[in-house]
């Protein structure tokens, strides 16, 4: 089991910044990829970034050049720096952390965070 406490959401202006953690603990030694989804009422959760325990990274094409997924692995934490906010970026937050153990995925998710961009 993994268990994964986000923070970091909130209100903001359009054009401001917020910094979304996600601290991971348990048993993450297998963990295979991190990444954090988004998700407004009525809609499909939707990926904004992942980052695999290769280095691999990759973004929504909605949040390239704003959005910066990071990890500390001292920390068991990732994060989610985002710059130049827009009111269409107004979600519930999600963490993800994929682990894999003979070939399978297990798949674990946080809490949710809310990020509400005003304009």
């Known amino acids: 089991q993994v268990q994964l406490v986000e923070s970091g959401g909130g209100l903001v202006q359009a054009g401001g910044s917020l910094r979304l953690s996600c601290a991971a603990s348990?048993?993450?030694?297998?963990?295979?990829?991190m990444g954090w989804y988004r998700q407004v009422p009525g809609k499909q959760r939707e990926l904004v970034a992942s980052?695999?325990?290769?280095?691999?990274?990759n973004y929504a094409d909605s949040v390239k050049g704003r959005f910066t997924i990071s990890r500390d692995n001292a920390k068991n934490a990732v994060y989610l720096q985002m710059n130049s906010l827009k009111p269409e970026d107004t979600a519930v937050y999600y963490c993800?952390?994929?682990?894999?153990?003979?070939?399978?995925?297990?798949?674990?998710w946080g809490q949710g965070t809310q990020v509400t961009v005003s304009s």
């Open positions: 348990g048993s993450i030694s297998n963990t295979n990829v």
């Open positions: 993800k952390w994929v682990v894999t153990i003979v070939l399978m995925n297990y798949n674990y």
């Open positions: 980052l695999t325990t290769g280095g691999s990274i």
